[in-house]
C-alpha cells in the first residue's frame, strides 16, 4: 500500500529553517514526480515546490523562490524541503504528493503543520 508521511512541522520562530520530510513506503519515489503543496487557514492549497522523477528539475512558486529548496533521496525513499527565513506568512499545512508518471494518479501524505510565530 502506497503511503506518504510528513514530518518536521511545529513551532518555529521568524527567520528560522526547518526541514520538513516525506517518507513513502510501498513504492519507489525515483519513478514518481514529486511535489510540497501547503494551504493556509482559509485559503486554497497551493503548489509550493516540485522535483522530477529523476530529480534532474525543481520549481518554485514565488513566494518562496530563494528561501526553499526541495529535494529527494532515493535511497532514502524520501523527499525534503528545507526552508530558510521563514515569515509568518508561511504558516500553513504542508503536504507532500507523488505524481504517477504512467497514469498521472497523485498520491498524498496528510500533511505537517508548520506555525511561523514569534
Known amino acids: 500500500q502506497m503511503q506518504l508521511v510528513e514530518s518536521g512541522g511545529g513551532l518555529v520562530q521568524p527567520g528560522g529553517s526547518p526541514r520538513l520530510s516525506c517518507t513513502a513506503s510501498g513504492f519507489s519515489i525515483y519513478y514518481y514526480a514529486m511535489n510540497w503543496y501547503r494551504q493556509a487557514p482559509g485559503k486554497e492549497r497551493e503548489l509550493v515546490a516540485a522535483?522530477?522523477?529523476?530529480?534532474?528539475?525543481?520549481n518554485y512558486a514565488n513566494s518562496v523562490k530563494g528561501r526553499f529548496t526541495i529535494s529527494k533521496e532515493d535511497a532514502k525513499n524520501t523527499l525534503y524541503l528545507q526552508m530558510n527565513n521563514l515569515k509568518p506568512e508561511d504558516t500553513a499545512v504542508y503536504y507532500c504528493?507523488?505524481?504517477?508518471?504512467?497514469?498521472?494518479?497523485?498520491?498524498w501524505g496528510k500533511g505537517t503543520l508548520v506555525t511561523v510565530s514569534s
Open positions: 522535483i522530477t522523477f529523476a530529480g534532474g528539475t525543481t
Open positions: 504528493s507523488a505524481i504517477d508518471m504512467r497514469d498521472g494518479m497523485e498520491h
